[in-house]
């Protein structure tokens, strides 16, 4: 095989990524997310998805329930995006708290998951009904953090509000010495419901300039806006601009704002945030040297009128990533034996990089083509396990499938490191042919289909 040419690995790539972020007000998944997900968007070509939710239902039995099983929203999405080649690639809970990643499968020899926390700031600071859940991943060789929020409700409570945030953001201490502090990290996604207000305009003045699509003249006296004025790490936060409605608050199984004896006043309190590290400014008499290529560009801030199950309306970005990756192959290569059958084992071939440690803990699964995450494979082996050396770059293992009945369905491969925590070799998709198969026509018919 010709070596890869330096200036191919090296190609900027554009990578896709859809963020949601949606108070859910302790309802169970609508039956239709298309809208949400942008599934019939034909011009999308998504890489990731980014979901945040708020107010999950957090009762006790729920809680429980969800320790032991997937909860519905979890499920209900893995059921949708799996299909598409998604995969969930990690999570991270906090009673009412939810954050998800999805990406498809291609992209995970290239996302390792560095960490995940939970940052309560509710009662006492110590309660986890407010506070913010972090994932922490590098993304081809690049350091971002995803946070989604839920920040202290009422108009009254702007300085509390913002005082999580900086609290959030304090609390992401890291021991490793190898994983930079969060404002060092390439990219951060802060999202959520942040429940900053309106301030000073009357109930009647906002919902006629909402009425007559007037937003401008709100976005003077939105609480966000105005802090990121006086605050110069909030200013580094980017924001769309607010070209919809405010997402709250609304009669639930209606688009109509609150009708209650309190009449709340609307406001943006769904919002989503994005921060690039800044890049230090070179000397005048110092040559600069090209940093790596690493921009977002925003393709859409949105509102989804759609879904009324809710208090909130739910709101989404897509982001265009583009980057040149600083690791541009996997860690392991695993190649299934050709013609592969449906006989007692299946001989695995796989290479790692020299600069790979491997454990004796890390293991090979067997995965059907629309897998929902890592724990769905069909058969898996240690590594060590039923091993044969073949050279110093090459091993070989056997995995036992000989209770996969006879499908159509197509199959992967995945090296799981458990040092890294993450998933570091992918195959192509292949079949898994009936042994009788290959007894009916010459060997090259049975060529597994790659």
Known sequence: MAAMNPQTELRVRTLSIHVVTWNVASAAPPPDLSDLLQLNNLNLNLDVYVIGLQEMNCGIMSL????????PWSSFLMDVLSPLSFVKVSSVRMQGL??????????????????????PTGLFGYWGNKGGVNIFLKFYGYYVSIINCHLPPHMANNDQRLEHFDRILEMQNFEAQ???????????????????????????FVRESIKNQCYSDLWEKDQLIIAKRHDPLLREFQEGPLLFPPTYKFDKNSNNYDSSEKKRKPAWTDRILWRLKQQPQAAIHTPTLSAPHFT??????????LYSISDHKPVT??????????????????LPESPCTNESDMLISYSLTA?????????????????????????????????????????????????????????????????LHSVVGISKPFKIQPRSFLAEGPLDEAQPQI
């Open 64 to 71: 429980l329930s969800d320790t032991a099983f997937e909860d």
């Open 98 to 119: 939810l954050l998800l990643i999805f990406a498809k499968y291609q992209h995970l020899p290239f996302i390792q998951i560095l960490s995940t926390k939970s940052t």
């Open 178 to 204: 190898d994983i930079p502090n969060i404002l060092d990290h390439d990219l951060i996604l802060w999202f959520g419901d942040m429940n900053f207000r309106i301030e000073d305009f009357g109930l009647h």
């Open 296 to 305: 977002l560009f925003l393709r859409s801030y949105v509102s989804h009128m």
């Open 317 to 334: 970005s897509t982001f265009d990533l583009e980057l040149k990756p600083l690791v541009s192959a996997p860690l392991i290569t695993l």
């Open 355 to 419: 600069d790979f440690l491997s454990s004796p803990w890390d293991w090979i699964g067997l995965y059907k083509v629309g897998l929902r995450h890592i724990n769905d494979y069909v058969s898996y082996v240690w590594v060590r396990d039923n091993q044969v050396s073949f050279s110093d770059g090459l091993n070989q293992v056997y995995i036992d499938i000989s209770d996969i009945p006879e499908t159509e369905d197509q199959f992967l491969l995945f090296y799981y490191s458990n040092n």
